[in-house]
């Protein structure tokens, strides 16, 4: 048997999700580091509202569980009250390292090792479909 193929697509996420992903059929999302468009007048830009997030509870399994890692206190505060207004769908689960994180880590993406050595705080949460 050959390796197993795993596309990457190179697009913007929401766009995907909403024309491409069908109900019901995604285990995880990953998002980790997403953009926090500091500035206010930015933060409609942002990847984690309420209307990608509808999509993204349509598109995972019963099960299914979001993890999301940011060192951004205050998108991490919007991400936390946008999640728990989905609380009638979405649990709050522990958010465990993931395989390739080393020790120290939580998910060993690029950006979390440059924001490690820059000694900035690493906030997680993870939330499953109920
Ligand atoms: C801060 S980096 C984090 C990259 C990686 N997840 C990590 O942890 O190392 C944010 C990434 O999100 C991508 N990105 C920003 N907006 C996006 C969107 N709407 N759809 C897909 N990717 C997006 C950027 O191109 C960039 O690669």
């Known amino acids: 048997m050959g390796p197993e193929k795993r596309p990457i697509v190179?697009?913007?996420?929401?766009?995907?999700?909403t024309e491409n992903v069908p109900d019901n059929c995604v285990d995880c999302f990953h998002?980790?580091?997403p953009d926090p468009w500091p500035k206010k007048r930015h933060h409609k830009r942002r990847f984690l509202n309420s209307s990608n997030t509808d999509q993204l509870i349509r598109c995972l399994k019963t099960g299914g569980t979001i993890r999301i890692a940011t060192d951004y206190a205050e998108y991490f505060e919007q991400i936390k009250q946008v999640l728990s207004a989905k609380n009638e769908t979405l649990r709050e689960i522990d958010f465990l390292p993931t395989a390739g994180a080393q020790i120290g880590e939580w998910v060993g993406t690029n950006f979390e090792r440059k924001y490690l050595k820059e000694k900035r705080e690493i906030f997680t949460i993870g939330v499953k479909k109920a």
Do not use: P, Q
């Open 10 to 17: 190179r697009t913007d996420a929401a766009k995907f999700i």
């Open 31 to 33: 998002i980790y580091f």
